[in-house]
Each structure stands twice: as C-alpha cells, then as structure tokens.
T-cell receptor, first 111, second 116 residues
Framework: SQQGEEDPQALSIQEGENATMNCSYK?????LQWYRQNSGRGLVHLIL?????REKHSGRLRVTLDTSKKSSSLLITASRAADTASYFC???????????FGTGTSLTVIP | DTGVSQDPRHKITKRGQNVTFRCDPI?????LYWYRQTLGQGPEFLTY????????KSRLLSDRFSAERPKGSFSTLEIQRTEQGDSAMYLC??????????????FGEGSWLTVV
C-alpha cells in the first residue's frame, strides 16, 4: 500500500519560477526520499533526508522534513522546462526494508 | 543511466499467456526490488530480495506471480495466466544495503506489459 501522499497532484508554472510540492505520510519513518520520473521512464533518485534532519539542499533542490507533522516539502528553485516530470516522495520504514511511494505531483514548467 | 537494466522494455501478450521479465541490478548491489506502476499512480511494492533470499512479498503478489534471484545477481519476475489487470509497468530497483539509515534504491527503466 502507498503511504505517502503528494500535494498538489498537478502543478503548472512558468520557467524561472519556484515549484513547491508537499508530501504527507502516516507512520514513523527512517528517512524520506524524493524521486523524479519522466514520462514512461524509470525513477531517478533526487535527495534523501533522514528523520533527524530538518532541511537539506542539493543544487536547486531544497527539502524540508517535519516529523511532528509527518510531512515533507520539495522546493525546486528557478525552474526549467527540463524539470517537467512527475515527482514522488518515498517513505522508508524504520527497518529500512520497504519504500512506500505516493501518487506523485505532476510538474509542468512552461518555457 | 542508473545501471539497472530491464528486459524486455515492452511486451504485448494475450490474456492467459505467461510472461517473464528480467532485471540485472547494479553489480555490487545486494538488494533487488520489484515494483508495479500503473498510469497516474506511484510505484507499488511487490517483493524484494537480499542476495538470493526473497525476504518480503506484498499481498499484491498473487500466486500467479513468482520472482527469483537464483544466484543473487539477476532476477526474473514471471506472471502466469496473465489478466488484463496485470497491464502495468514493472519496475526493478537495486540497492547496496548496509543498514537501515540511508538506503537509496536505483531504478531501471521499467518493463511495460500490455495484456490484450
């Protein structure tokens, strides 16, 4: 079963704007990871944030994690048309054995 | 290129036929996962292996589905007596698992199955 839920389901922005997508989950986690998927392709790992971390940066990506609210956000700054894809959060149970994916946010960046 | 390869990339089969998908993980990775994804949904966990041992199976994995990883390297996922509801993309992923703190999984490009 899927544990994470992304919000919004779809997001359309102009190139150069920032894109923010959120992920909520239900149970305690070991870490949370964000993945990107281009249409019809496999998933590409973007960033991992551990349960004891609150914020992490990687290039134009910024991820936050609030374990008290069981939520995470992914911010993509200065978006580009090439960022158009679906973005998924994956929550990792404390055993580290299973990855539960949400339904994803479909991001469209208009040139 | 994540290094996980899947074959075939696309398969069209008639209902009732058997299909088999192969996954070659990144060479040093000890864990291998199978997921299923339908349009507009996130990947759903099916099963995973640590080396050659199948450690967990989802309830989604009916008895028509069987997965193997005989030598702890490549894996196969077989679907017997396919049904139209099996149409989906089957994703394989692998990871180098050391402990539960920071396991990242790397996906292949997926195998699309269409059952007609």
């Amino acid at each position: 079963s899927q544990q994470g839920e992304e919000d919004p389901q779809a997001l359309s922005i102009q190139e150069g704007e920032n894109a923010t997508m959120n992920c909520s989950y239900k149970t305690s986690i070991n870490n949370l990871q964000w993945y990107r998927q281009n249409s019809g392709r496999g998933l590409v790992h973007l960033i991992l944030i551990r349960s004891n971390e609150r914020e992490k940066h990687s290039g134009r990506l910024r991820v936050t994690l609030d374990t008290s609210k069981k939520s995470s956000s992914l911010l993509i700054t200065a978006s580009r048309a090439a960022d158009t894809a679906s973005y998924f959060c994956a929550t990792v149970h404390s055993t580290g054995n299973q990855f539960y994916f949400g339904t994803g946010t479909s991001l469209t960046v208009i040139p | 290129d994540t290094g996980v390869s899947q074959d075939p990339r696309h398969k069209i089969t008639k209902r009732g036929q058997n299909v088999t998908f192969r996954c070659d993980p990144i060479s040093e990775h000890n864990r291998l996962y199978w997921y299923r994804q339908t349009l507009g949904q996130g990947p759903e966990f099916l099963t995973y292996f640590q080396n050659e041992a199948q450690l967990e199976k989802s309830r989604l994995l009916s008895d028509r589905f069987s997965a193997e990883r005989p030598k702890g390297s490549f894996s196969t996922l077989e679907i017997q007596r396919t049904e139209q509801g099996d149409s989906a993309m089957y994703l394989c992923a692998s990871s180098l698992w050391r402990d539960s703190s920071g396991n990242t999984i790397y996906f292949g490009e997926g195998s699309w199955l269409t059952v007609v």
